[in-house]
C-alpha cells in the first residue's frame, strides 16, 4: 500500500497538549532528583558527622552559588515532584480524567510548581 500522507518530523511544529509537558516534566523532575542524590547523600552524611562539617556544609550552600543553584534544584525538582505525584493519585482515585478537567490540573500542577520554585529561590538567595 502505497498511503501519500504527509509526515511532519519537525518537533518544533508538535505542539504537546499540557498533560503531556506536565507528565515529560514529572519525568524530568525524577531524573534531576535521582542525580541531585549524588550531591544530596554525601552533603548530608559530612553535615552528621562533625560540628565542622556541619559548618562546612553550611557555608557551602549560604555562600557558593553553585552550592546554592544545586540546592533550589533539588527543592525545585521535589516541590514539583510532589505535586504531580499529588496530582497522579488524585487522577487514580477517579477525578480529573476528563480532557478538559486534566488539563486544568494539569495547569494548576505546572502553575505550582512556578509557584514553589520561585519561593525557593528567595528563601536561598534572600
Given amino acids: 500500500m502505497n498511503k501519500q500522507r504527509p509526515v511532519n518530523l519537525d518537533l518544533r511544529t508538535i505542539q504537546m497538549p499540557i498533560t503531556a509537558n506536565a507528565s515529560i516534566l514529572h519525568r524530568v523532575s525524577a531524573v534531576v532528583l535521582?542525580?541531585?542524590?549524588?550531591?544530596?547523600?554525601?552533603?548530608?552524611?559530612v553535615s552528621l558527622a562533625s560540628e565542622e562539617g556541619?559548618?562546612?556544609?553550611?557555608?557551602?550552600?549560604?555562600?557558593?552559588?553553585?552550592?546554592q543553584f544545586v540546592a533550589w534544584g533539588l527543592l525545585s525538582a521535589f516541590s514539583y515532584y510532589g505535586a504531580a505525584t499529588l496530582k497522579h493519585v488524585i487522577q487514580e482515585m477517579g477525578h480529573f480524567e476528563e480532557l478538559e478537567s486534566g488539563?486544568?490540573?494539569?495547569?494548576?500542577?505546572?502553575?505550582?510548581?512556578v509557584v514553589l520554585s520561585i519561593a525557593w529561590g528567595i528563601w536561598i538567595w534572600i
Fill in 34 to 45: 535521582w542525580v541531585g542524590m549524588a550531591f544530596f547523600l554525601p552533603a548530608i552524611f
Fill in 54 to 67: 556541619y559548618l562546612s556544609v553550611r557555608a557551602l550552600v549560604t555562600d557558593n552559588f553553585i552550592g
Fill in 103 to 113: 488539563s486544568q490540573i494539569a495547569t494548576a500542577v505546572m502553575v505550582i510548581g
